[in-house]
């Protein structure tokens, strides 16, 4: 397993809200448990909300919240992408604001965000790939909300139809929950593993056990 699937396979363990013991992690992924260790530690250098500790367990949480300013799920998006752009893509006094505008958003965070980490903005990230999912969120947010059928197309080829049900932030990684019509189940997709987008005509309505209500973490 690559690096990079076996931490977002960290991330769908723990984002149940449930504590998960290091051991129990390594033996489902089948590697050691100091690579947990160092595992989680990249995960929470990377803006993943992981709490926790070695010996005890391990969890996640997805909140995004801003006070005072309250930001909304798009100005949250704004704000991180200019900040990575501006901070790692220019030199010079532009460099050095962005870094100042980071450490002053981390002065209004508030103390129960769960671990994240300190310069908002400039985190580790090992997710290379993830900026791919900006591109679609606001399709999948507007499907979610007018409950539109999309016809959605992954990196390995695979095509599903899909009713679209929640998106989650985690951290720099935005995952969608999905009804699969295709394969007449819940999927989690990671945004950034979508490579196309289709809107498909009608809307569909809720019915039981499609509905994001009768969705539960495995």
């Not at 929470?44 to 909304?72: C, D, F, K």
């Not at 999309?150 to 989650?168: A, F, S, V």
């Not at 932030?169 to 289709?198: H, K, M, P």
Request: overall charge neutral; aromatic content about 6%; some cysteine.
């Amino acid at each position: 397993m690559k690096r990079t699937d076996r931490l977002y396979a960290l991330v769908e363990i723990l984002k149940d809200g449930k504590l998960h013991r290091a051991e129990d992690m390594a033996r489902k992924l089948d590697v050691s448990l100091r690579t947990i260790y160092r595992d989680m530690d990249t995960l929470a250098a990377s803006g993943i909300p992981v709490e926790g500790e070695r010996g005890v367990g391990y969890t996640a949480h997805a909140a995004i919240t801003l006070p005072p300013l309250n930001l909304t799920d798009d100005e949250l998006e704004a704000l991180h992408l200019g900040l990575a752009a501006v901070g790692h893509g220019v030199d010079g006094t532009l460099q050095a604001a962005a870094k100042s505008l980071s450490a002053k958003i981390d002065a209004v965070l508030p103390e129960d965000r769960h671990g994240a980490p300190k310069s908002f903005g400039f985190a580790t990230y090992p997710f290379a790939d993830a900026a791919e999912a900006f591109r679609h969120l606001a399709t999948l947010r507007q499907a979610i909300r007018s409950r539109q059928k999309l016809r959605l197309t992954l990196q390995d080829g695979t095509t599903i139809i899909t009713r679209p049900l929640k998106m989650d932030y985690w951290g720099r990684v935005w995952t969608c929950l999905v009804w699969s019509e295709t394969e007449a189940n819940f999927a989690s997709l990671r945004v950034d593993q979508i490579t196309t987008v289709t809107i498909l005509p009608g809307l569909f309505v809720e019915e039981k056990g499609k509905r994001l209500q009768d969705y539960t973490p495995e």
